[in-house]
């Protein structure tokens, strides 16, 4: 089974899926920056000195990444038998330079599924966070912020409508948890929500 934890900047979903992994003892890998090659992508696209990249260029550079991603660690994993847990999947192109960027969302649909040869992640959990709750967490962590979130809160706000949306439209590929609760109930309800897509 491919799971993606999918959320805003602050949603938490990176604690969520290192948690889920341990859990299920998956693969734990993420998007963008899964891969060597990745992780170049990745460092670029978060640099906030990476300035004046217009929206298709920032699209194309997430199915790049996809496209290594799925080639050198998801599809091996399956193959294996391993489950894979993902921080981030297709799904937040769709948020991000879709409902965030403004691109649209069918024509990054048709990128990401060829990105990922027709293969999407067997489950979303969308970790559901209020933009003002995300918000003080990351002003909490201290830490300088990246390109994506640094941007402002009318995007924040596209981006996690966007997620809703799009799990709305998917109930039977989507999972949505509050994201507002302590982290060991929210890994826990994951947990649970995963075991039950699953029928475990």
Do not use: C, N
């Not at 994506?148 to 439209?169: M, P, Y």
Request: glycine share 12%; charged share 25%.
């Amino acid at each position: 089974m491919w799971v993606a934890l999918e959320g805003g900047d602050g949603s938490g979903k990176s604690t969520q899926a290192r948690l889920l992994a341990d859990a299920l003892g998956a693969v734990l890998t993420r998007e963008p920056g899964g891969t060597a090659v990745g992780a170049r992508i990745r460092a670029l696209l978060l640099d906030p000195g990476t300035t004046a990249l217009d929206a298709r260029a920032e699209a194309l550079l997430m199915a790049a990444d996809r496209a290594q991603h799925m080639a050198e660690v998801v599809a091996p994993a399956l193959a294996g038998g391993r489950d894979v847990v993902s921080d981030r999947s297709a799904w937040s192109s769709l948020a991000y330079q879709g409902y965030g960027r403004g691109l649209p969302v069918e024509a990054l649909r048709r990128l990401s599924d060829w990105a990922l040869g027709g293969r999407w992640p067997d489950l979303a959990v969308l970790i559901d966070v209020p933009a003002d709750v995300a918000d003080a967490r990351l002003s909490a962590a201290g830490r300088a912020a990246d390109r994506f979130e640094g941007e402002g809160d009318a995007f924040h706000r596209r981006v996690l409508d966007g997620f809703r949306t799009l799990a709305s439209a998917q109930p039977d590929r989507w999972a949505v948890v509050d994201g507002t609760r302590p982290v060991e109930d929210v890994a826990a309800r994951v947990l649970a929500v995963v075991r039950a897509r699953a029928g475990a």
